[in-house]
């Protein structure tokens, strides 16, 4: 990538990939737990071990490298990991929870282990038939209650923009892989239905979430991370069809990334090159997760030829950002912690900032783009 050092980019890249698999938990953990929920505090969230949606955007950086690279070590770690979780038992079903299984339904396609496909069709088919739904069939982000993995927290009547990446992508992978139109069907209703509720028509971005039940966008705000699980998810869908997608579908998804990309470029921070965790708030902190998967997808995008190259200089910035942002010890820095539905900006201003397993994996995704363009 032209302005960028390409020895920086490998190296850090290898620092950030060894820092994931042997992530724990912030040293200032007791500190942060005083602030509780309200900050973004969930004890599962941190490290690596766990089975939740951080850990499992974990994994599926850590698969698309290990398959780059075509690295063992890492294909052994994601088996193991699998395998102990598998053995330690499962937490709840529920959107966030799916996370994991994205990685696994690629990942068992080396290993063809029976234990992990009958994990995943018996997910796949819970998701069709026992997953809540809100109003129009649309998958209620249902989450892990916090404290119990068991229990869950039902968020009725809700869409969150999250749910794209965490539980939509695996239905397509799940549906492309055994011929099941049934559930490739339904991860289009599920696309559109997002789009329907949660894109602004003004301005192209994303609302984090919307309720039936009000029938409002909630705070109404601009989510840096929400809109980067379109940026970078929904190519990755596109993909996912090789070629079978509907031509009208595919042309509307496109522009719709189009669109949302368009207004991205227009609100990058000039001076680091990341994004505001409120997109439309230049006073809310810069945010480094968000800004790697929005850098992945707009790579990627220009690499297939959907973006022109005045995108580049924005991809540039981006990455410059990102590899200012890594530690000596491959550490990601400036992530925001889990983020749940905010009423206001200040929801979104006053969210933690610690290491965690997403903002490792998608500086991976962001760098591995990088070293491809």
């Known amino acids: 990538m032209k302005g960028i050092n390409k020895e920086e980019l490998e190296k850090k890249l290898n620092l950030v990939i060894e820092k994931l698999m042997n992530l724990g938990g912030p040293e200032d953990e007791k500190e942060l737990e ?14 690596i071990r766990e089975w939740d949606w951080p850990q499992g955007v974990g994994l599926y950086g850590l698969l698309k490298i290990m398959k780059e690279k075509k690295n063992q070590e890492y294909r052994d770690f994601l088996y193991q990991w699998f395998k102990d979780n598998i053995r330690q038992g499962l937490p709840s079903k529920n959107i966030n929870t799916t996370t994991p299984l994205l990685t696994l339904a690629e990942l068992n396609e080396d290993f063809k282990d029976p234990e992990f496909e009958t994990l995943c069709l018996k997910w796949a ?44 992508l695996f239905l397509n992978r799940m549906g492309q ?8 069907d339904e991860s289009i209703h599920q696309v559109l239905m997002h789009i329907k509720y949660l894109c602004d028509r003004r301005t192209g971005l994303f609302y984090h979430g919307w309720t039936f039940n009000e029938k409002n966008n909630f705070g109404g705000v601009f989510w840096c991370r929400g809109n980067s699980w379109f940026t970078l998810g929904i190519l990755d ?22 669109a949302q990309t368009e207004k991205l470029k227009e609100l990058q921070d000039p001076k680091t090159g990341l994004w505001h965790t409120v997109l439309t708030d230049p006073d809310s902190y810069v945010e480094t997760s968000g800004t790697a998967a929005i850098a992945a997808g707009i790579l990627k995008g220009i690499r297939y030829g959907i973006l022109d190259d005045s995108y580049l200089p ?60």
């Not at 997953?131 to 129009?136: A, D, G, S, V, Y």
């Not at 649309?138 to 892990?144: A, D, L, R």
């Not at 869908?237 to 189009?258: C, P, Q, R, W």
């Not at 925001?336 to 200040?346: C, F, H, I, L, P």
């Open 314 to 373: 924005c991809a540039q910035k981006a990455i410059q950002g990102i590899l200012n942002n890594i530690d000596e010890d491959g550490t990601v820095l400036q992530v925001s912690g889990g983020t749940g539905m905010g009423a206001n900006e200040d929801h979104y201003k006053n969210i933690l900032i610690a290491p965690m397993a997403y903002g490792q994996s998608l500086t991976i995704l962001a760098l591995a783009e990088a070293l491809n363009s």
């Open 177 to 184: 892989k055994y011929r099941r139109q049934d559930w490739i």
């Open 237 to 258: 869908y596109i993909d996912m069809f090789e070629g079978s997608m509907n031509a009208g579908l595919k042309t509307f998804v496109v522009d719709t990334y189009k």
């Open 34 to 47: 005083e602030g509780g929920e309200k900050i973004g505090f969930f004890r599962r969230d941190f490290g």
């Open 125 to 168: 088919d819970w998701l069709m038939n026992c997953l809540p739904r809100t109003k129009e069939g649309g998958f209620q982000h249902v989450t892990s209650a916090n404290g119990d993995r068991q229990g869950v927290r039902l968020n009725e009547n809700e869409m969150w923009i999250d749910t794209l990446f965490m539980t939509v």
